[in-house]
């Protein structure tokens, strides 16, 4: 915006609150607080320091994004210079997901300064000889900050992060408006991307070469997994979404055969798979890099990138962060259970978590695979990243998706919140020292309360029509004065995973003093 239209936002903003009295500012702050935390408060009965992490953690996420006002949220939110106030991919994956479920007008806030950098994203997308639209890896305007060209540039996966939100905001919310006005030029946008950046080979596969995953240890590889899958479903829902709207998809000139061009690569996305280790490899040809020297890796040399040439962690097999087992958790349905368990115990022998975005989505997963005790360990290190001082580093400012994935890691993972299917389905279970946990979702305008203890699982509806849900697979009908209660499922404790020597997860069940209220 223009320096005179700030000055008149700013000056109508001060005539507003001189005509309101102190009272009623203090009232209308504690009305919208009071409104917030009955939609978005996380229970916890057996772990004060972790209860109180995870309400910090909220708070924080609200700060940051609730009067974001179609402005990027940055990655340290409001409390600090670190990253320049610069937004990455972290909103719309970490962040996002927690919004569309307790304050679903806040995620679509975000997503519309998505829509408002459109021009700037197709700009970019020509600029790299590409069609559709290309958003920019970090940014406050829309143009690319990012210098780095392959751990910025060739992160093309941002793109299907962004479609990824909107295909979850329009699930949760149905709203029209939104979907017409904004999910459909989004979507169109990346889904010619991929069409653009991907080819198809004399086989008949689509497969997208030459980019960055979520991992920045890695770079520049062929079929990604996590890359590929996000793909995938980028151009299934922008084919889905342009048949329920064909007015504004005419407008951005979307033929028959373009849309079915879109489900004919998402259709024959290559996925690459190791027959001979039983696990999905990061990228193609990464199971047959050399494992990183981890036994010589001194304790002070971490995180890596300050100690080593991204040369060398280039050609090794170490993971910053969760890469394939961020796909494990967000395209969930596209593997099996025991490949899940294959390859979680695979990565967590190679990550050494250099980034604050792993661990929460290592809990989620965590808990789905039967490692409980590790999904709590993780849980603690993401909701404490702040107020622990874990990465030495809060004095730049917090880690806002690390806060929105101490959410994550309570409500997807102990409470096995998954959003890939016509239904939202739970498969909660309790962790650690936990006896209790109580959450609320936002869904389609009805607000849904779940509980569990040791045994049991509890559904209601606190506002609004029946909702239909699975719990364990089962389909159910929960209706306001209909509560329905079913059995948590019994999950084995697995042999625990290895992590790399020194970057095991502090183990919860260690500390020292009370942690039960």
Known sequence: RSLPSVRAQIEAALTAVRATTWPRLCAAQRDYL??????????????????????????????????????????????????????????????????????????????????????????????????????????ISGMECSAYWPAGTAGFHINADIAEAVIRLDWATQDDEFAREVGVELLVGTARLWMSLGATNPEGRFHIDGVTGPDEYSALGDNNVYTNLMAQRNLRGAADLVERYPEPAQALEVSKEEVGAWRAAADSMVLPYDEKLGVHPQAERFTEQAPWDF?????????????????????????????????LHLRGDAFTL????????????????????????????AAEVGHLDLAYDYLGEAALMDLGDLEHNTRDGVHIASLAGAWLAVVAGLGGLRDQGDVLSFAPVLAGPLTHLRFGITWRGHRLCVEVDASTARYRVLSGGPIDLLHNGERLTVAFDAPVSRPVRSVPELPRPQQPPGRAPLRRRDRPGPTSR
């Open 34 to 139: 009071d409104d917030f935390w009955d939609r978005a408060d996380v229970e916890l009965t057996g772990d004060d320091e972790i209860q109180q992490a995870v309400r910090f953690a909220l708070f924080h996420v609200l700060q940051a994004s609730a009067r974001a006002e179609r402005r990027p949220v940055p990655a340290k939110g409001l409390t600090g210079t670190g990253y320049d106030g610069h937004a990455f991919w972290d909103t719309e994956t970490f962040v996002l997901p927690v919004l569309t479920y307790t304050v679903p007008e806040a995620a679509a806030d975000a997503l519309r300064w998505r829509h408002m950098i459109v021009p700037a994203a197709r700009e970019r997308a020509r600029q790299l000889g590409l069609s559709g639209t290309a958003f920019p890896w970090r940014t």
């Open 338 to 365: 025991e490949q899940k368990r294959r390859d979680f115990d695979y990565y967590e022998g190679l990550t050494v978590r250099d980034s604050s975005l792993s661990a929460c989505t290592q809990a989620v997963v």
């Open 295 to 327: 036994a010589d890796t001194p304790p002070e040399s971490y995180p890596l990138l300050l100690h080593y040439p991204y040369f060398q962690l280039y050609r090794h097999q170490v993971v910053k962060q969760a890469d394939l087992v961020l796909a």
